[in-house]
């Protein structure tokens, strides 16, 4: 078992720098304009030829309402025909998709995101489900991780009686913060009774597993509303948490300007609600997956990383990274072998492209020797806190201390901070630096310094 968390509140001050996700490596910073259909369908006939199986991601970009802190894809609108001439156009991108692939190929995975997966009418679930078997392998053993996010306030008992009959297994639950100052600050009020609500109906309904999301550093949070949040989770047993560091960039995302700045933690507050979930998590069994996950020891993330099998893609820490990511839908994303391609942002542009039977592939990028490399490598420090220089070694046919030599510098700093530990064998990310793991993982980005920092989160 994987040693704890150690809080280091000095470190966590000194590291806590703006930095990617790594839900990929390269970044789809680095994505551009040159990738398009053409790399698309070399890819997706390699993917055939291999067989390698799939794993589906569905992006319905629909919301009855706006939350200020939200940075997704998504389109307000309370007229529900709006998603009509959508799913048109997302059926006839699954059916372009697919015809370039081989019906042995099984989707191991498939996740609904948005936007409000359920904004969408019990009917218009049904027909896109339909459409997705009809021109997909999907398993009907219920053996598949199908997965749909849920927002309480759009979903009910015969919603969710649905879900489960359309094969979906897994949700993941917004809830964010249960205070209702702090809910009437970012424009989200949602009952604890609302949250309660689905989840018992998903247990029920015997979904196999329910992942709740929450929020630290909202407008009128503190850290002991915060912690009563938490407590409150806690009661709800999910099986896995994803605690989120929100990330004001006004400039950037234009729901997040209606959000009164003064009204925001301190960057101290900020550090005390994070120590205190820890605390108050890992006393109620939950282990640290890393990059904000925690699940209950006997989750398949938590086994996965315990027998050093966990991946990480564009859906965050994983159990199928062997899998294609075919991304359906405005703005997904798809990871197929070694290219990245993104569909147009822009709904219109999105519909207008499908509409002249042209798949709406916008940017992407071709990893190449070097990006192979250091993908790898920050795989292995992100989902297991460790890296063994042979494996590397043999992966790639590099010596790793010469290919990586002018980055020993930091690495050594970072030692001898307590991060990290180093010697001509691996890199252990110790109990002092598994928060920071991200910072440790931006030594090995070749691409970190030409960028903007200012368009990523930081890491605490």
């Known amino acids: 078992m994987l040693d704890a968390i150690r809080w280091d509140s000095d470190l966590l001050r000194r590291y806590d720098l703006a930095g990617p996700r790594y839900t990929s490596y390269p970044t789809a910073v680095q994505f551009h304009s040159q990738v398009g259909t053409f790399d698309l369908f070399h890819a997706l006939r390699d993917s055939r030829k291999a067989l390698r199986p799939l794993s589906l991601y569905v992006h319905v970009p629909f919301c009855a309402n706006i939350c200020y802190y939200c940075a997704c894809n998504k389109v307000i609108t309370k007229d529900r025909g ?4 959508y799913l048109q156009r997302l059926e006839q991108e699954i059916q372009l998709i ?7 190929q099984k989707v191991e995975q498939l996740h609904f995101g948005g936007g409000t997966p359920t904004f969408l009418s019990h009917d218009e679930l049904r027909q896109l489900m339909a459409h997705l078997r009809k021109h997909f392998n999907l398993l009907d053993d219920d053996s598949g991780d199908y997965g749909i996010e849920i927002d309480p306030r759009e979903a009910d008992w015969s919603t969710m009686g649905l879900l489960r009959e359309l094969g979906f297994n897994r949700v993941s639950i917004g809830l964010q913060d249960l205070d209702p100052t702090v809910q009437r600050a970012v424009n989200r009020l949602q009952s604890l009774e609302e949250t309660r609500a689905v989840i018992d109906a ?3 309904l015997q979904f196999r597993s329910i992942n709740i999301d929450l929020i630290y550093g909202l407008p009128k949070q503190t850290p002991d509303n915060f912690a009563r949040t938490v407590e409150e989770v806690i009661s709800l047993q999910p099986d896995r948490l994803s605690v989120f560091n929100y990330a004001h960039l006004p400039e950037r995302f234009m729901p997040q300007r ?10 101290a507050q900020k550090l005390e609600m994070l120590e205190r979930t820890i605390e108050q998590l890992t006393a109620a069994g939950y282990r640290y997956i890393g990059m904000d996950h925690f699940a209950l020891p006997d989750d398949e993330l938590a086994v996965a990383q315990e027998e050093e099998t966990l991946q990480r893609n564009f859906q965050g820490y994983t159990t199928h990274g062997h899998c294609d990511l075919i991304g359906l839908g405005v703005s997904a994303i798809s990871q197929i072998g070694d290219l990245y391609c993104q569909n147009s942002s822009d709904l219109s542009q999105y519909q207008n492209t499908l509409a002249a039977a042209q798949l709406a592939t916008s940017r992407g990028l071709v990893c190449n020797a070097d990006d192979r490399l250091r993908r790898a490598v920050i795989q292995q420090l992100i989902c297991n806190f460790s890296l063994e220089f042979a494996d590397i070694e043999q992966q790639f046919n590099i010596d790793f201390q010469g290919y990586f030599g002018a980055l020993w510098p930091q690495l050594q700093g970072m030692a001898d901070d307590g991060l990290i530990e180093l010697d001509r064998e691996r890199i252990v990310v110790l109990p002092a630096g598994r928060l920071l793991v991200r910072s440790v993982c931006m030594v090995f980005d070749a691409y970190l310094e030409q960028q903007n920092r200012q368009r990523f989160s930081r890491v605490i």
């Open 82 to 85: 709006r998603a009509l001439p």
């Open 98 to 104: 697919a015809c370039h692939l081989d019906p042995a």
């Open 202 to 204: 998903a247990r029920t």
């Open 258 to 267: 209606r959000i009164n700045a003064n009204e925001l933690p301190s960057p």
